[in-house]
């Protein structure tokens, strides 16, 4: 993922549309000012909504003016605003589009009507303004102000970055299916079921606790000894699969969580963890033996995030669907291709 801020220049506005976008970063300055006063006061509390403001500014407007005043009072306390404030809209209620002539245009709500403006693309804002044309990318809010006598708009677009040529495996550990990878743009996934070291887990635990009760404390560490060798032949066997099932893509990359993000997943954390940190360092090793690049990524939301659209989905069962984009899919696969997604860290492990 990058995060690219985008600042563009509104071509030619109309004289009517500039003397009303002035109106709104004045109303926008008075309605921060009013929220803070009120909540330095006493008067307002903190969850104040849209219908405690007394203004023009259609109704997204101000709900931003209520999230802007209110982070900027919680971290800084009261605030003097001198100047007229950018006026802003969230990231749900403006639009970006390219009209029939094709020209890009950027829409928003203000205080009569939305207007919609053409602005300047110029080349270093190309990239993310097509990106969110095509749908492939996140927008922020969107910021209007003045500088001297032009106009301006300014956002934020996070998408995904794929080098050319380059084929990320993105791999989900797992209790359900021990191994998920999907192969971004290839098309290609596997999955494999935990099943196997889930039987190899319970039946050594009941002989242990078979063995505990009866106090044989060195037939105890035996059996233990026993599940350890199983599961290391099973972490080999699944590092195997995963690395020939990578090998067989372009320039393959596999993109894997960090440690520290198998340990915190609830799960997981106990004695049978570090099956799973085996089988993390197995796979390591052996892509860098096939000569595949390894990297390790932040997997926070990786399973509850959509892998097309990147809003948060629901997850039912082995199922999983996004409400935004209607996306359904294998959830450990659904997992697997936003880790392959990420933005990684070489592997130092
Ligand atoms: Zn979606």
Not at 89 to 115: A, H, M, R, Y
Not at 146 to 173: A, K, L, N, Q
Request: aromatic share 8%; with cysteine; charged share 30%.
């Amino acid at each position: 993922m990058v995060t690219v801020t985008v600042t563009a220049k509104f071509h030619q506005p109309t004289r009517s549309r500039r003397r009303e976008w002035q109106d709104a970063m004045h109303v926008y300055r008075d309605t921060k000012q009013g929220l803070v006063d009120g909540w330095a006061s006493g008067e307002l509390g903190m969850s104040v909504t849209t219908a405690s403001i007394d203004n023009d500014l259609y109704s997204a407007v101000q709900n931003q003016a209520i999230r802007e005043a209110k982070a900027e009072y919680k971290r800084d306390g009261w605030m003097d605003y001198t100047a007229a404030q950018p006026f802003a809209t969230n990231n749900q209620n403006w639009k970006l589009e390219t009209t029939d002539n094709g020209s890009v245009v950027v829409g928003f709500p203000c205080i009569s009507q939305w207007w919609y403006t053409p602005i300047h693309v110029h080349d270093e804002i190309r990239e993310p303004v097509e990106r969110v044309l095509e749908g492939e990318a996140k927008k922020s809010r969107l910021q209007v102000y003045r500088r001297g006598d032009e106009w301006f708009c300014s956002f934020t677009v996070e998408y995904d970055t794929v080098p050319e040529g380059e084929t990320p495996i993105g791999v989900d550990i797992g209790e359900r299916h021990i191994l998920a990878a999907h192969a971004l743009g290839a098309d290609g996934s596997m999955l494999v079921s935990g099943k196997e070291a889930r039987y190899v887990r319970r039946k050594y635990r009941s002989l242990r606790d078979s063995l505990q009760e009866a106090g044989a404390l060195r037939a105890r560490n035996r059996v233990g000894n026993k599940e350890h060798r199983r599961i290391r032949d099973l972490n080999h066997t699944l590092s195997r699969r995963l690395v020939d099932f990578a090998d067989q893509f372009e320039n393959p990359v596999v993109r894997i969580e960090t440690l520290e993000g198998i340990r915190d997943r609830t799960e997981w954390s106990g004695v049978h963890s570090w099956h799973f940190h085996q089988l993390q360092t197995f796979i390591t090793y052996k892509a860098e033996q096939a000569g595949i690049r390894v990297e390790t990524v932040d997997p926070a939301y990786t399973s509850q995030d959509c892998s097309s659209c990147g809003e948060r989905g629901s997850r039912n069962g082995d199922h999983f669907r996004c409400d935004s984009c209607g996306y359904e899919r294998h959830a450990d696969l659904n997992a697997a291709a936003n880790i392959g997604k990420r933005e990684g860290e070489p592997c130092t492990a």
